[in-house]
């Protein structure tokens, strides 16, 4: 295994320590509304800083772009950290067991190793690019399927930005009507985790932040899927829209995305 990954697992587990000592007393848990339906607590805070200790102590200089501390270190540096100390915090603070810790690295505007840990499941998914993806050491793949009406997708419903509703429920009828159906598990990068395992076959979400989607991503191409942006170029850490599958259901996503594109992108 490659050392940088190494450290990035070291720095998830101790994330996931403290998200799962804060389980067991959900009721004691600090909860703020950054905005409208987006909240943080103490635990995010803390695994996130945490996360950003450990790997300060072997990489002081890479660059970090992290949820709740923004940027840090040096913004020159070829290697950049990206961060979501917990990903999916309004399911954490319900006690609904659907939420991960999410780290990537990117070395030279490419994504280079990831880290997605669900701490509720003790699952543990690797990738670094061009060695394959990993969940608990075992290696991984997309789906075998290939047709969207035997497929299960997951998504991200609109639930903070709403301008671009209108476009998202056209896409989620169609999808509801062509697939085997869609779930929305409320944790963005583990739905990209369980599209690179074959658990789903397909994702899609609009407005993601760049800590949502980078770790996942790296996973579903290591296992053989595909990702990109709403024109299937792979602008998705810029544009925050992602859809991602199995080579065969994610061209399918596409072709059903492509129509409502325009007011997708209005968002
Ligand atoms: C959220 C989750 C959710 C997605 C949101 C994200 P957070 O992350 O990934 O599934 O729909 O857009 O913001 O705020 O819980 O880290
Ligand atoms: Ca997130
Ligand atoms: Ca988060």
């Known amino acids: 295994m490659h050392p940088t990954l190494n450290i990035a697992i070291k720095a998830a587990r101790r994330a996931g320590q403290i998200i799962n000592r804060a389980s067991l007393d959900i009721g004691q848990l600090q909860v703020s509304t950054k905005q409208q339906n987006d909240y943080v607590t103490e635990v995010d805070k803390a695994a996130e800083s945490a996360i950003i200790d450990i790997l300060r102590e072997t990489y002081p200089k890479h660059a970090i772009l992290a949820e709740e501390t923004g940027r840090s270190g040096q913004e020159d540096s070829e290697y950049q950290w990206i961060i979501d100390p917990l990903d999916g915090t309004t399911n954490f ?3 609904f067991p659907q939420y991960a810790v999410s780290i990537a690295q990117v070395h030279k505007g490419t994504l280079a190793h990831a880290v997605v840990y669900d701490p509720s499941r003790n699952e543990l ?7 394959g993806a990993f969940l608990n050491d075992k290696r991984i793949r997309v789906s075998k399927r290939t047709k969207l009406d035997e497929a299960l997708l997951g998504t991200g419903f609109p639930y903070r930005m709403f301008d671009h509703v209108d476009a998202y429920l056209a896409i989620f009828k169609e999808m509801t009507k062509r697939t085997a159906g869609v779930r929305r598990p409320g944790a963005a990068s583990l739905d990209l985790a369980y599209v690179a395992c074959g658990r789903l076959d397909g994702f899609w979400e609009f407005g993601l932040s760049p800590w949502d989607m980078a770790a996942g991503a790296l996973l579903i191409s290591e296992a053989g899927g595909l990702v990109s942006d709403l024109a299937g170029e792979s602008n998705y850490l810029a544009t925050g829209n992602i859809i991602g599958g199995t080579p065969k259901v994610f061209s399918q996503i596409l072709q059903v995305i492509a129509p409502h594109r325009q007011g997708a ?3």
């Open 93 to 95: 603070i319900h006690g």
């Open 125 to 131: 998914f690797t990738a670094s690019k061009g060695a």
């Open 265 to 267: 992108l209005a968002a």
